[in-house]
T-cell receptor
Framework: QQQVKQSPQSLIVQKGGISIINCAYE??????FPWYQQFPGKGPALLIA?????SEKKEGRFTISFNKSAKQFSLHIMDSQPGDSATYFC??????????????FGTGTRLTIIP | DAGVIQSPRHEVTEMGQEVTLRCKPI?????LFWYRQTMMRGLELLIY????????DSGMPEDRFSAKMPNASFSTLKIQPSEPRDSAVYFC???????????FGQGTRLTVV
């Protein structure tokens, strides 16, 4: 079964600090790597995504770093704020696999930002 | 568009009863996914449809689970008979054909007592 391994399971970061969540994958056919953010009582929502033709993508305080040779990617949250406290899921997909597309999710990281 | 709509938001039922969860995907989306979320197992894909046709149901845990998509705007996930271990939050999500972004509903929190 295709897998995406995510770590850590939980993370506590001081306000203003950098939060880093890591993911590793096995299937080299994966070609799209999104991160989802989930607040309590809500469904996950797309936060930021990257394709492997670039090594980094930045949107505001959120950055994805991608290492194709190591089959790893990570989410960095700069200047972490209490409002960033949520569960974060990495995921992977093979968009070229038309008709059989599905996101494979990591197990999630519960991020808590403390004042 | 109001997004993916799930009902009910909360369901409490007794063991052995039939439970039906409902989902209305975003209009125009080709894919519909059913996920189950628990603390122990995280977010699990149960089944997904492409243009109303079930593509992969390998994540459905047992024959007690079944899902249908009679048309492009409606899907159901049924558990019969329900068991306490089925207690979880069930999410429905939909996406366009390229599958690059899945839009999730608010989920149905199911408690089987």
């Amino acid at each position: 079964q295709q897998q995406v391994k995510q770590s850590p399971q939980s993370l506590i970061v001081q306000k203003g600090g950098i939060s880093i969540i890591n993911c590793a994958y096995e299937n080299t056919a994966f070609d799209y790597f999104p991160w989802y953010q989930q607040f309590p009582g809500k469904g996950p929502a797309l936060l930021i995504a990257i394709r492997p033709d670039v090594s980094e993508k930045k949107e505001g305080r959120f950055t994805i770093s991608f290492n194709k040779s190591a089959k790893q990617f990570s989410l960095h949250i700069m200047d972490s704020q209490p409002g960033d406290s949520a569960t974060y899921f990495c995921a992977a997909d093979d968009p070229a696999n038309f008709g059989n597309e599905k996101l494979t999710f990591g197990t999630g990281t519960r991020l808590t930002i403390i004042p | 568009d109001a997004g993916v709509i799930q009902s009910p938001r909360h369901e409490v039922t007794e063991m052995g009863q039939e439970v039906t969860l409902r989902c209305k995907p975003i209009s125009g989306h080709d894919y519909l996914f059913w996920y189950r979320q628990t603390m122990m197992r995280g977010l699990e894909l149960l089944i997904y449809f492409n243009n109303n046709v079930p593509i992969d149901d390998s994540g459905m845990p047992e024959d007690r689970f079944s899902a249908k998509m009679p048309n492009a705007s409606f899907s159901t996930l049924k558990i019969q008979p329900s068991e306490p271990r089925d207690s979880a939050v069930y999410f429905c999500a939909s996406s366009f054909r390229d599958g690059t972004e899945a839009f999730f509903g608010q989920g149905t929190r199911l408690t089987v007592v």
